[in-house]
C-alpha cells in the first residue's frame, strides 16, 4: 500500500466544531504515474488527481477527513465484473518492456493510452473505491470520496475504453453483494452523474435487480460519445433487472444546474425513495460541469453540492463517490471541494441559476417518466404544464447574487463563462493593421444556409467555388480548415428572402430571425474557426458573406464587439450588408457560438412585405440538402421538407 502524503491524519470532526460525519478521502500520488507514453498531451492527464487533492488540502477540508493510501484490487474482486482474460491482459502491462507492446494492446481498444505504470494505477483506482466502499458500509467511516484514476465507468467486462481500465465502481458494487454479505449491503444504487454514459456499468447489472443503476449523460440521439444506442432511455435492463436501469440522455449540450437538478427531482429522486438502497455510489465524473472541454455543459460546483445533498437523504448517508472523468483542472477541483464540504455537512455554500431547464430537458424527463413509470409507480403522474412552461433558459445565462456572500462565487462563474479562449495575445506595435493589432481567439461560425455544405463553407477559407455557385470567393487569409464541426439546433425562425444573390441567382438565401422563438427550432452546422488576428477567419467570411473585399482597412467584428454580442445577443454592424447583424447562440466548450443574419428591422420589413420572402432555388436547396444529409443531421427526405416548411410559411 502506498502512502497518502504527510498531511494525512484522522482529527476529523472537531477542528471548527461543524464537523460531525467521518468522511474518508482516497489520495495516493502513484495513480499519477498513469500517463500517455509518449508524453504528448491528454485531457486525463496526473494532475486531474493532484489539483484536486491540493485544493481540498488548501481549503483546509482534508485535514477533517480520514486520509487512506490507495490500496490495490485483488483479482477475484476484478472477475466479479470483468473477465479473466481482461484482468490478466491490464496486469500483464507493467511487464512489458517496451511501449510499442502496450500502444499495441492499446490500439485494439477504443480511446485508451497506457505506459509501465497504466496497470499498478488501475489496480490502485478500483482497489481504493473498494476499500473505501467497505469502511462505509462496515459503519467505520459515514461516507467518502476516492480521488482514483484511471476513471471507470466506461470498462466493459472484457475490454478497457474511454480512458477507463476497470470499472471502479462496478467492482466495489459487485465486491460488496458477493463478497460482504454479513454486511446486509442488499440494494445499491449506482448514480453516476459523469457528462458520458456509464455503458460500462450498464452491462454489469444489466439483468442484475441489486444494482439500479441511474446515469444521466450527453446523449443527442446516439452521436455523442460513447456513441450508439445504449445510452437511450429504453435501455431498462432485462429479465430480473428489468426497471433496475435508468438513462436520461440529454438531446444537447449546455445542460446546467436547472437540467439537472429537474432530472433529480422527477425521476432519481422519486425513484430512490421507492428503492431505498443501502448504500449509493456515485461514479462522480466532473466533466459535464461549466469550463469543461470535452462536456460543453454548465453544472456548477452549487449545482453538484445541491445533487449531492440530495441523495445523503438515503441509506442514512451512506454513500462513495468516486472520480470518473472531469477535464477542467480547475472545475473538477472546485467541485470536488463544494462536494466534500456536503459529506462534512458544512454549511451549504451559496448560489442560484437563473436559468430554466431547457425545451428538450422536459421532452427527456418525460420520456424517461412514460417508460419507468411501469416499474416505478411514483413517475406514473403527468408533470404539471406550470413546470414545464417556464420560460427556457436564454442563450447566455445570467447569474444573480442578491446578498455579499453570493457575490464572489457569480463573479467566479461570470468569469469562467466571458473567459475567451485567448492564444497568443500579443500586440505587435510596429504594425497599425488591424489584422496584426487584436489576440487571436476562436469562434463557433454557426451557419444554418448553404454553408451547411463543408466544401461549400470551405469555399471562403480556401478559396474557390463548387457547383451551384455563380462567384468564385477568394477565402480567408487564414487557410486553416475548422477545428472542429458540430451539429445543433437552435430556437430561431429559419427563413428565405431576396429576389436574388450574386452567389446563386435567381431565388431566396437563408436568413433566420435574429430573436429567439421556442416554436422554431433550425439546424446549424458549428465550424470552430478564429477571429480576429492578422491571420483571421470570422471576418473573412463576414466579408465575402456581405460581398465586400477581404483586404479592407479596418475590421467588420473585433474583439470589443465580441464582447458586446455576447452580452447582448445580437448586434447590426454599422456596415450593413445583408449579413451585417451578428447573433451570439450561446457558448459549446466556453467558446462563442456566432452566426450572421439579417436585422431585426429587415424582420420587420419581411413581415410586412416591404422586402418579399423568396423561396430559394434549385441549386441552393440542393447544397442545403447535402449539407443537412452529408453532415449526418437528416435523410434526404427530411432534409428536403425541412427546408420546404420553412420556405413556405409565412414569417
Ligand atoms: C471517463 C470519461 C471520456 C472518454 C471520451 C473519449 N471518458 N473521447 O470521461
Ligand atoms: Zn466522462
Partial sequence: MAMAGESSNNNYGDCDGKSHRKVGLVYDETMCKH????????????????????????????QRCVVFGGSKAEDKHLQLVHTKDH???????????????????????????????????????????????????????????????????????????????????????????????????????????????????????????????????????????????????????????????????????????????????????????????????????????????????????????????????????????????????DSIAKSSLACVQVLLEDK?????????????????????????????????????????????????????????????????????????????????????????????????????????????????ILGGQVEGMKKVCVGSMDKTPPKQIMWESFPHRLFFGRESSVTWGVGGVAFINPLTNLNDQTHMCLYRITLSNRLEQFNDVLFQENGLKVDSDSPLFGLDTLQLVEKKGSIPLASGGWYGNIVCLGKECDIPILTMTCTLSAVEKFKSGEIPLRPPSEAYVNTMVRGLVEGGRLSEEEAKAYIDNAASKPL
Fill in 35 to 62: 500517463d500517455t507514453p509518449n508524453g504528448e498531451d491528454h485531457p486525463e492527464c496526473p494532475d486531474r488527481i493532484r489539483v484536486i487533492w491540493e485544493k481540498l488540502q488548501l481549503a483546509g477540508v482534508s
Fill in 87 to 329: 484482468v490478466s491482459v491490464v496486469k500483464s502491462l507493467s511487464t512489458k518492456k517496451k511501449d510499442y507492446r502496450r500502444n499495441r494492446i492499446a490500439s485494439q481498444w477504443n480511446s485508451i493510452y497506457l505506459n509501465g505504470s497504466s496497470s499498478e494505477a488501475a489496480f490502485l483506482a478500483a482497489g481504493s473505491v473498494v476499500e473505501l466502499a467497505e469502511k462505509v458500509a462496515e459503519g467505520e467511516l459515514d461516507c467518502g470520496y476516492a480521488i482514483v484514476r484511471p476513471p471507470g465507468h466506461h470498462a466493459e467486462p472484457d475490454e478497457a475504453m474511454g480512458f477507463c481500465l476497470f470499472n471502479n465502481v462496478a467492482v466495489a458494487a459487485s465486491y460488496l453483494l458477493d463478497e460482504r454479505p454479513e454486511l446486509g449491503v442488499k440494494k445499491i444504487l449506482i448514480v453516476d452523474w459523469d457528462v458520458h454514459h456509464g455503458n460500462g456499468t450498464q452491462k454489469m447489472f444489466w439483468k442484475d435487480p441489486r444494482v439500479l443503476f441511474f446515469s444521466v449523460h450527453r446523449h443527442e440521439h446516439g452521436g455523442f460519445y460513447p456513441a450508439g444506442d445504449d445510452g437511450d432511455h429504453n435501455m431498462v435492463g432485462e429479465g430480473p433487472g428489468e426497471g433496475f436501469n435508468i438513462n436520461v440522455p440529454w438531446e444537447q449540450g449546455r445542460c446546467g444546474d436547472a437540467d439537472y437538478l429537474a432530472a433529480w427531482d422527477h425521476i432519481l429522486i422519486p425513484v430512490a425513495k421507492e428503492f431505498n438502497p443501502d448504500i449509493i455510489l456515485l461514479s462522480a465524473g466532473f466533466d459535464a460541469a461549466i469550463g469543461d472541454p470535452l462536456g460543453g455543459c454548465r453544472v456548477t460546483p452549487y449545482g453538484y453540492s445541491v445533487m449531492l445533498k440530495k441523495l445523503m437523504e438515503f441509506a442514512q448517508g451512506k454513500i462513495v463517490l468516486a472520480l470518473e472523468g472531469g477535464y477542467n483542472l
Fill in 348 to 460: 451549504p455554500i451559496q448560489g442560484s441559476s437563473e436559468a430554466y431547464p431547457f425545451e428538450s430537458t422536459w421532452r427527456v424527463i418525460q420520456a424517461v417518466r412514460k417508460k419507468l413509470s411501469a416499474y416505478w409507480p411514483s413517475l406514473a403522474d403527468v408533470l404539471s404544464s406550470n413546470l414545464i412552461d417556464q420560460k427556457t433558459s436564454t442563450p447566455i445565462i445570467v447569474f444573480s447574487s442578491s446578498d455579499s456572500e453570493t457575490e464572489d462565487y457569480a463573479d467566479d462563474i461570470l468569469d469562467q463563462m466571458s473567459r475567451l479562449n485567448i492564444e497568443n495575445h500579443h500586440v505587435d506595435t510596429v504594425s497599425t493593421s488591424w489584422r496584426r493589432d487584436l489576440s487571436k481567439v476562436d469562434v463557433w461560425y454557426a451557419s444554418f444556409g448553404s454553408n451547411m455544405w463543408k466544401p461549400r463553407f470551405l469555399c471562403y
